[in-house]
């Protein structure tokens, strides 16, 4: 394997600082260099941005993007076992590499760094989602990130790009294209990761819009799809029916037919719904 930096390869660094992987921290490692740069570049010419990485792990893909020219990486880690192999690459990369020993739900690493910013990263398969939702729904839009390109089991890639009428569309998708751009850019077999998982994951591209794709308070549409798609096969006049008490007309003036499901909507379908629920 061609290395792409001085450090010793992944599986001597994960050998040397005893980093057997942890199930329940979702620790699939990427050991292959090559593979990890291409990731980084999948984010764009990272130089001049700040990226944040969660879950750095031995530090595969911080290494891409490092040598891919990131200006500044910061990298959030829950397992203090990673923290002395992360200190040799920060060491190789004077002043570009910083890394926080925290859980990624309960730290804001926003104050740290310096516009423009990416994320990037082969997420935890436990709180990839949540995280992924929290950077889609900040108070406010734009938000402090200009694009997010992360590693996900495919079946949850599937959902944040999937159009109506497809099984995998849902709350994520919306919540997704409402306000990205998202591509699968990447779809890798288990044997690219040690230990390998049991699926495929595949990385997907999120680049932000500067403006919602389509006019909505996101308070009312997110209220909107939660309870449109908790009972996604009933008929929306039926699964929105708390929403207000003449739901039916305010479906028709939105442009949907009552009897419609929710996974038979577009996104503009569920943004004019929640313009008329907005109306007093
Ligand atoms: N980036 C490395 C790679 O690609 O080889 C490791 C990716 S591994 C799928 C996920 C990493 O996230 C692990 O290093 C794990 O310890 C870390 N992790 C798990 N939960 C975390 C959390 N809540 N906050 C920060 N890091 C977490």
Redesign the pocket.
């Known amino acids: 394997m061609a290395m792409i930096d001085g450090l010793p390869p992944?599986r001597d660094v994960i050998r040397d600082h005893d980093l057997v992987a942890?199930k329940q921290?979702?620790?699939?490692?990427?050991?292959d260099l090559n593979l990890?740069a291409k990731i980084a570049r999948m984010a764009g010419d990272l130089k001049g941005c700040d990226v944040i990485?969660?879950?750095?792990?031995?530090?595969?893909?911080?290494r891409g993007l490092l040598a891919e020219g990131a200006r500044r990486v910061l990298a959030?880690?829950?397992?203090p076992r990673?923290l002395p192999a992360l200190a040799e690459i920060s060491a190789a990369y004077p002043g570009r590499l910083d890394v926080i020993n925290?859980?990624?739900?309960s730290i804001d690493p926003t104050d740290r760094l310096t516009a423009p910013i990416r994320i990037v990263?082969?997420?935890?398969?436990?709180?990839g989602t949540e995280l992924l939702i929290r950077w889609l729904t900040p108070a406010q839009w734009p938000p402090f990130w200009d694009s997010l390109t992360l590693?996900f089991q495919k079946e949850v890639a599937e959902r944040i790009v999937a159009k109506p009428g497809n099984k995998a569309y849902g709350r994520l998708a919306l919540l997704a294209q409402w306000r990205t751009e998202p591509r699968i850019v990447l779809t890798l077999p288990p044997e690219a990761?040690t230990p390998p998982p049991k699926i495929h994951s595949s990385v997907v591209h999120l680049k932000r819009l500067e403006e919602p794709r389509y006019p909505a308070d996101g308070t009312i549409l997110s209220r909107i799809t939660a309870m449109a798609f908790n009972q996604r096969r009933k008929m929306l006049r039926s699964s929105l029916k708390g929403l207000a008490p003449d739901i039916e007309d305010r479906l028709v003036a939105a442009g949907i037919k009552p009897t419609d499901r929710a996974e038979d909507i577009p996104l503009e379908g569920f943004c004019a719904l929640a313009r008329e629920i907005a109306r007093k």
């Open positions: 992944l942890k921290l979702g620790q699939n490692f990427l050991l990890t990485e969660v879950g750095p792990g031995p530090g595969g893909l911080t959030i880690e829950k397992d990673c925290a859980d990624a739900l990263s082969n997420l935890p398969y436990n709180v590693m990761f």
